[in-house]
């Protein structure tokens, strides 16, 4: 797979997340909604801090942003 730098190569991973997340409810018996998928990702998101605590040469934009975490959902 080429490198991107956009953000479309995280479209793949949130689908396939979908996926992983509908197939356990199913496992269980469970009936999940698209709206039910969302708020699973958001709220088992992980919050990533990028500031100047990194040891890095690029300029961090201190922001807190959401990084996927299907494990915790």
């Given amino acids: 797979?080429?490198?991107a730098r956009r953000t479309?190569?995280?479209a793949p991973m949130v689908a396939a997340s979908t996926v992983l997340l509908r197939e356990?409810?199913?496992?269980r018996g469970e009936t999940v909604?698209?709206?039910d998928l969302?708020?699973?990702l958001m709220d088992s998101a992980a919050e990533v801090y990028d500031g100047d605590d990194e040891d890095d040469?690029?300029?961090n934009s201190h922001r807190?942003?959401?990084r996927l975490?299907?494990?915790s959902a």
């Fill in 1 to 3: 797979m080429a490198a």
């Fill in 8 to 10: 479309s190569m995280a």
């Fill in 24 to 27: 356990m409810a199913e496992t």
């Fill in 33 to 35: 909604s698209p709206a």
């Fill in 38 to 40: 969302v708020g699973l």
């Fill in 57 to 59: 040469n690029v300029v």
């Fill in 64 to 66: 807190t942003y959401r």
């Fill in 69 to 71: 975490d299907i494990a």
